[in-house]
């Protein structure tokens, strides 16, 4: 686990409060950073201690954007009882009740401010870009996003705060809070994993290299590499398996989390019986190298 430090530089609302935080990537360090601007606010964190304020859950999601720090490797224990609610608009973040006031004079001024989102997480942005990654819908990743390089992210696609791709991926679908997806890995339009925010799922999803989520597919169970699920079908942890073997016959059933982290499966729901099926997967999954040539 490492220390950081960030020299950063936010918005305060009327009372006083910060309600966000930027750092630029010159101004974190593993090591201290001495402060010589009074515009900006010296912030450290630790990846094993939670964050205790605004500031140090803002540095803690840069960390995660700017690739300093992967999905899962600092404690966000807590983010969402410390970040406020923040209007997102065309002329900067505002608490609520901040904006109101700030909306009727401009209004006054004949001026109309654009509102992007109310949320607690601002788009990633507006904070941090990165140069070898590709997104089409800037509102559909949440700071603290993880982008391996060379990832490109569709207009449908979306990835929540730490979690994202950690090498080349075509991102369609969406990626929950702390899952995490491998090289060359593809998440299919309208795909989904299921994150450990709500539901009661308690269980980290990832899917390693190579491995294809097809079309308005889901998965609950972590993969290893070169795995398939096919276009349509929502794998949950406890959905019975088929196990086919090499000569096409039903070796067992499982419930699908007994098949959890292995590599080399295909998934298949069989269109005549209805039951879902595991095959041993001969396919590997191949990006189209000029969708991510990023450059």
């Known amino acids: 686990m490492s220390n950081w430090t960030g020299l950063g530089i936010g918005t305060k609302n009327s009372d006083g409060d910060w309600i966000e935080m930027f750092f630029t990537e010159e101004n974190i360090s593993s090591n201290d950073l001495e402060l010589s601007d009074a515009a900006f606010e010296k912030v450290s964190v630790s990846d094993d ?21 992967k999905p899962n490797e600092t404690n966000l224990d807590g983010i969402f009882g410390i970040l406020q609610n923040v209007v997102w608009t065309s002329e900067g973040p505002f608490s609520i009740a901040d904006f109101k006031k ?4 401009a209004r006054k001024e004949n001026r109309h401010i654009l509102v992007h989102s109310i949320d607690k997480f601002p788009r990633m942005t507006d904070y941090v870009t990165l140069s070898d990654v590709r ?6 990743v949440r700071l603290g ?3 391996g390089s060379g990832t490109t992210i569709m207009h449908e696609g979306f ?8 090498g080349e991926a075509m991102i369609e679908g969406r990626i929950s809070q702390g899952v995490v997806i491998g090289d060359k890995t593809d998440i299919g339009g309208g795909a989904s994993t299921m994150g450990t925010l709500s539901g009661g799922n308690d269980v980290r999803i990832s899917l390693g290299k190579n491995c294809l989520l097809g079309a308005n597919s889901g998965l609950g169970i972590p993969l290893g590499d070169r795995c398939t ?6 794998l949950t942890a406890s959905s019975k398996v088929e196990v086919i073997d090499d000569k096409g ?9 007994e098949l959890a982290s292995q590599s080399d499966l295909l998934f298949i729901r069989n269109s005549l019986t209805g039951s879902i099926q595991c095959r041993p997967n001969k396919k590997v999954i191949e990006l189209n190298e000029e969708l991510h040539s990023n450059d």
């Open 249 to 257: 016959e039903i070796s067992e059933t499982v419930k699908a989390y």
């Open 145 to 147: 996003a993880y982008l």
């Open 159 to 166: 990835v929540n705060f730490n979690a994202g791709s950690l």
């Open 49 to 69: 201690k939670a964050p205790t304020s605004v500031p140090e859950a803002y540095l803690k999601l840069h960390l995660l954007s700017y690739r300093l720090v």
């Open 229 to 234: 699920v096919e276009a349509g079908l929502y």
């Open 102 to 105: 700030a909306q009727l004079e």
């Open 135 to 140: 997104i089409a819908d800037a509102n559909r």
